[in-house]
């Protein structure tokens, strides 16, 4: 079985400061990461995501996560935040073989001026 | 673009109704998911579905139904909907084509279903 730990609930940041949302996993096998974003009153989206090979992986906004084996963590960072990032982070997990998504219970991100 | 559609933003109905939310995806998707969003709870998943009339139970599937009568439509069922299945709905498809693991769901802009 797979599980997801998303500690922080909400983390508030001022503009242009860093941030980092922290992810934990559990699986019995090989796994395959994401992060994905959820702006107010929409649907999620996918920001990235970590199949294989080198274990940052970045997205077109800024944001970068990092798969750490060692640590079972992919926790996502970006240097400096701005008003729009504004959201809530869910990070999730899969693993070999179709299998389902297993979603932690998500991070609120609120950014201020 | 990848396109999930959701036939509701909001509706709000009585207990005992029975409710049918339907999903359609316009890119030829094989997998097809429904999840409900509770604050705190993150997704969690209720039924999926990775080929047409074939259907799998999720982690709650309790007091509710799915259809695949066609391959870009998946509908959710609330037999007799009671107030604890108020909640945010959100549907989600995938393609199985590279392999399954790994590939990207595509979410709807989902449905906040209020039950009173």
């Known amino acids: 079985a797979q599980s997801v730990t998303q500690l922080d609930s909400q983390v508030p940041v001022f503009e242009e400061a860093p941030v980092e949302l922290r992810c934990n996993y559990s699986?019995?096998?090989?796994?395959?990461l994401f992060w994905y974003v959820q702006y107010p009153n929409q649907g999620l989206q996918l920001l990235l995501k970590?199949?294989?090979?080198?274990?940052l992986v970045e997205s077109i906004n800024g944001f970068e996560a990092e798969f750490n084996k060692s640590q079972t963590s992919f926790h996502l960072r970006k240097p400096s935040v701005h008003i729009s990032d504004t959201a809530e982070y869910f990070c999730a997990v899969t693993g070999t073989g179709f299998q389902k998504l297993v979603f932690g219970t998500g991070t609120r991100l609120l950014v201020s001026p | 673009d990848v396109k999930v559609t959701q036939s509701s933003r909001y509706l709000v109905k009585r207990t005992g109704e029975k409710v049918f939310l339907e999903c359609v995806q316009d890119m030829d998707h094989e997998n097809m998911f429904w999840y409900r969003q509770d604050p705190g709870l993150g997704l969690r998943l209720i039924y999926f579905?990775?080929?047409?009339?074939?259907?799998e139970k999720g982690d709650i599937p309790e007091g509710y139904s799915v259809s695949r009568e066609k391959k870009e439509r998946f509908s959710l069922i609330l037999e007799s909907a009671s107030t604890n299945q108020t909640s945010m709905y959100l549907c989600?498809?995938?393609?199985?084509?590279?392999?399954?693991?790994?590939?990207?769901?595509?979410f709807g802009p989902g449905t906040r279903l209020t039950v009173l």
């Open positions: 579905s990775y080929d047409v009339k074939m259907k």
């Open positions: 699986s019995s096998v090989s796994v395959y």
């Open positions: 989600a498809s995938s393609s199985r084509l590279a392999g399954g693991q790994g590939d990207t769901q595509y």
């Open positions: 970590y199949l294989s090979g080198s274990t």
